[in-house]
């Protein structure tokens, strides 16, 4: 089982990024996917989460409406888009899978974890 994170850089306070998280060796609609991100000296955090049905699932910040989670069956992707990116967005987001998942903001309910990928914003 693999989930690889990638999409992550340097951007400029305002910018946007779209961060993906490709999955192999699962059944893929199967699985809710949910990004966690961990800021420096700090514990990681919800950020969204797609259920296995499609259904979503976000953090109070990325309800105001910068982030979106969304998936691809056909291509076993899940993408998060982060728009009106700020300082404090700044961590390495990781992608994480769940069996039957909702998309649960429970670090433990996980089973696998992608490597993460750093999101820096430069104000």
């Known amino acids: 089982v693999q989930l690889q994170a990638s999409g992550g850089g340097l951007v400029q306070a305002g910018g946007s990024l779209r961060l993906s998280c490709a999955a192999s060796?699962?059944?893929?609609?199967?699985?809710?996917i949910t990004w966690f991100r961990q800021a420096p000296g700090k514990e990681r955090e919800f950020v969204a989460g797609?259920?296995?049905?499609?259904?979503?699932?976000y953090n109070v910040d990325s309800r105001k409406g910068r982030f979106t989670i969304s998936r691809d069956r056909a291509n076993q992707l899940v993408y998060l888009q982060m728009n009106s990116l700020k300082s404090e967005d700044t961590a390495v987001y990781y992608c994480?899978?769940?069996?039957?998942?909702?998309?649960?903001?429970?670090?433990?309910?996980?089973?696998?974890w992608g490597q993460g990928t750093l999101v820096t914003v430069s104000s």
């Open positions: 994480a899978a769940d069996l039957y998942g909702e998309g649960s903001s429970r670090i433990g309910q996980y089973e696998y």
């Open positions: 797609i259920s296995w049905s499609g259904g979503t699932t």
């Open positions: 060796g699962i059944t893929f609609s199967s699985y809710g």
